[in-house]
Nanobody, 131 residues
Framework: QLQLVESGGGLVQPGGSLRLSCAAS????????IGWFRQAPGKEREGVAC????????NYADSAKGRFTISRDNAKNTVYLQMNSLKPEDTAVYYC????????????????????????WGQGTQVTVAS
């Protein structure tokens, strides 16, 4: 069964940190751009960070720059999102997603880091930032 499974969410105080993990099962992540997205209640899903299939290129939303770091360990078939200096406005369900495998469009999808470019999604993990 092909799956992306997010973990690592939870309740954290403002200024705290969390590390989210996105583990793949049933397929290897090596050939896919992976993105982290989030959706807060009443808001549209938005891109947070994206990483190339090799891990040598990353993109961040302005809200994530300087605070979040996306990384991947292809040997472990896992992508991470390290989130530091968390704010209440970071509260959302966080999803990871995989791009199409096509090597021609992968760089475009990574650069845009928009939900429309990603076709395979995990179930999400809740992140709540509150004191």
């Amino acid at each position: 069964q092909l799956q992306l499974v997010e973990s690592g969410g939870g309740l954290v105080q403002p200024g705290g940190s969390l590390r989210l993990s996105c583990a793949a099962s049933g397929f290897t992540l090596d050939y896919y751009v992976i993105g982290w997205f989030r959706q807060a209640p009443g808001k549209e899903r938005e891109g947070v960070a994206c990483i190339s299939s090799s891990g040598d290129s990353t993109n961040y939303a302005d809200s994530a720059k300087g605070r979040f770091t996306i990384s991947r360990d292809n040997a472990k078939n896992t992508v991470y999102l390290q989130m530091n200096s968390l704010k209440p406005e970071d509260t959302a369900v966080y999803y990871c997603a995989a791009s199409p495998r096509n090597p021609v469009i992968r760089p475009i999808i990574q650069a845009m880091c928009a939900p429309l470019g990603f076709g395979f999604w995990g179930q999400g993990t809740q992140v709540t930032v509150a004191s």
